[in-house]
């Protein structure tokens, strides 16, 4: 990961934990994101690039200086309306999975730290295009558990303890995990293994075990633990927190028992890159390969990014999908079929900014943005994760 994406990463950290209320946590993400952007003005000898670094830079200082004086503070909370006995088991019955219902305000502070991030996503898998056989997996790992523990026990089916997810950027991945918890109605606890490697070293073991603790304080839950291959990689550096890390974190899966609710999806980019030890049988159960889009769920996606605009007559979905197959330079990612739908909506309103003309988006502002937008998935990459997959005998 580059500089910059480092500085957005941790920007991005600073406004979920404003957010959520945590403003000592926001400063230090501030702080950290600046530094990121100091050194790319360091090195950099393009004046150009140099504005860029230094127009973030005021920007995220202005933000920092807000926090500090108080004129930026954290949403209120909206007040939880208290429900009666008798309206909590009308509620249970009209949901189809019996979950245990845990409101933002009931996740204790702990298990909001600034290396996690605990949250109630209000996106389901109806929100996800495609990726039916991913759904089904998760569906199955989760709602199993949270349905029918009793069923599991008296057949002697030992609930899924971890799935993996791996595949190439951009192919919704996050996403899916997100929409699952949705779909389900319970806490999604996001682990951030940059903080987790870099600022807590002298911690490390603590800070894994707290998270298995909210996992099974918040139970039925999910751990979401992306970019695993940074925290559990196939070859160690010589320093010791990350063996400590894996260390924690492996007697920590073996550890997890039946009926404890939870479970945990790890997620990667680079399988390749990860320490073969962690999917060992009984530590990660399922091992999932989320593919670059085929036609259906191209079709699907623009459908999705298109649903709430409006298009003109000529707007051929079909042909949409022909014009991104597969070529020799490659696949588009999910993202990528994003980033060609918000291209073609810039175009309408630049034609607003124009006349005053809110018009439909046409066939020819999403072919204009399919010429202009790469595609992001080498056919060299796919190979590669084929090839991991016979190596390790993955289905």
Same mark, same amino acid.
């Given at each position: 990961?580059?500089?910059?994406?480092?500085?957005?990463?941790?920007?991005?950290?600073?406004?979920?934990?404003?957010?959520?209320?945590?403003?000592?946590?926001?400063?230090?993400?501030?702080?950290?994101?600046? &530094?990121?952007?100091?050194?790319?003005?360091?090195?950099?000898?393009?004046?150009?690039?140099?504005?860029?670094?230094?127009?973030?830079?005021?920007?995220?200082?202005?933000?920092?200086?807000?926090?500090? @004086?108080?004129?930026?503070?954290?949403?209120?909370?909206?007040?939880?309306?208290?429900?009666?006995?008798?309206?909590?088991?009308? @509620?249970?019955?009209?949901?189809?999975?019996?979950?245990?219902?845990?409101?933002?305000?009931?996740?204790?502070?702990?298990?909001?730290?600034?290396?996690?991030?605990?949250?109630?996503?209000?996106?389901?898998?109806?929100?996800?295009?495609?990726?039916?056989?991913?759904?089904?997996?998760?569906?199955?790992?989760?709602?199993?558990?949270?349905?029918?523990?009793?069923?599991?026990?008296?057949?002697?089916?030992?609930?899924?303890?971890?799935?993996?997810?791996?595949?190439?950027?951009?192919?919704?991945?996050?996403?899916?995990?997100?929409?699952?918890?949705?779909?389900?109605?319970?806490?999604?606890?996001?682990?951030?293994?940059?903080?987790?490697?870099s600022k807590w070293l002298g911690e490390s073991e603590k800070?894994?075990?707290?998270?298995?603790?909210?996992?099974?304080?918040?139970?039925?839950?999910?751990?979401?633990?992306?970019?695993?291959?940074?925290?559990?990689?196939?070859?160690?550096?010589? @320093?010791?927190?990350?063996?400590?890390?894996?260390?924690?974190?492996?007697?920590?899966?073996?550890?997890?028992? &039946?009926?404890?609710?939870?479970?945990?999806?790890?997620?990667?980019?680079?399988?390749?890159?990860?320490?073969?030890?962690?999917?060992?049988?009984?530590?990660?159960d399922k091992v999932i390969y989320v593919p670059p889009p085929?036609?259906?769920?191209?079709?699907?996606?623009?459908?999705?990014?298109?649903?709430?605009?409006?298009?003109?007559?000529?707007?051929?979905?079909?042909?949409?999908?022909?014009?991104?197959?597969?070529?020799?330079?490659?696949?588009? &990612?999910?993202?990528?079929?994003?980033?060609?739908?918000?291209?073609?909506?810039?175009?309408?309103?630049?034609?607003?900014?124009?006349?005053?003309?809110?018009?439909?988006?046409?066939? @020819?502002?999403?072919?204009?943005?399919?010429?202009?937008?790469?595609?992001?998935?080498?056919?060299?990459?796919?190979?590669?994760?084929?090839?991991?997959?016979?190596?390790?005998?993955?289905?």
């Amino acid at each position: 990961m580059g500089l910059y994406d480092e500085a957005l990463k941790f920007k991005k950290l600073a406004e979920n934990a404003i957010r959520r209320g945590d403003i000592e946590a926001a400063k230090k993400y501030l702080q950290i994101a600046i &530094s990121k952007l100091e050194a790319l003005e360091e090195i950099s000898e393009d004046p150009t690039l140099k504005a860029i670094w230094e127009r973030g830079k005021k920007n995220l200082l202005m933000l920092l200086e807000g926090l500090e @004086s108080g004129t930026i503070k954290p949403p209120k909370k909206i007040p939880m309306k208290k429900i009666t006995p008798r309206e909590t088991e009308v @509620s249970i019955r009209k949901v189809s999975v019996k979950t245990r219902k845990v409101s933002m305000e009931e996740i204790p502070e702990e298990c909001r730290a600034d290396f996690l991030y605990t949250s109630i996503p209000d996106v389901t898998f109806n929100d996800v295009a495609g990726l039916d056989a991913v759904k089904q997996e998760l569906r199955e790992g989760i709602e199993w558990q949270i349905k029918y523990p009793e069923i599991l026990k008296q057949l002697g089916l030992r609930p899924i303890k971890g799935i993996l997810l791996y595949g190439p950027p951009g192919t919704g991945k996050t996403y899916v995990v997100k929409a699952a918890a949705g779909e389900f109605r319970i806490p999604l606890i996001i682990v951030d293994p940059a903080t987790l490697m870099s600022k807590w070293l002298g911690e490390s073991e603590k800070m894994v075990a707290k998270i298995f603790s909210c996992a099974r304080r918040l139970a039925p839950s999910i751990v979401f633990i992306d970019e695993v291959d940074k925290v559990f990689p196939r070859q160690v550096s010589g @320093s010791e927190a990350p063996k400590r890390i894996e260390a924690q974190l492996l007697q920590e899966l073996d550890g997890i028992r &039946s009926g404890e609710g939870f479970i945990v999806i790890f997620a990667t980019n680079e399988p390749w890159n990860l320490n073969p030890a962690l999917i060992r049988a009984n530590r990660v159960d399922k091992v999932i390969y989320v593919p670059p889009p085929d036609d259906e769920m191209r079709r699907k996606l623009f459908e999705l990014y298109l649903r709430e605009v409006k298009l003109a007559d000529d707007v051929d979905f079909d042909e949409l999908v022909r014009e991104t197959k597969p070529n020799s330079e490659g696949y588009y &990612s999910a993202a990528a079929i994003a980033l060609i739908c918000n291209e073609a909506k810039k175009n309408v309103l630049r034609h607003y900014q124009k006349t005053g003309e809110l018009r439909p988006i046409t066939m @020819s502002d999403l072919l204009e943005a399919i010429k202009k937008t790469r595609r992001d998935i080498p056919l060299g990459l796919v190979e590669k994760y084929d090839e991991w997959k016979k190596e390790y005998f993955i289905e």
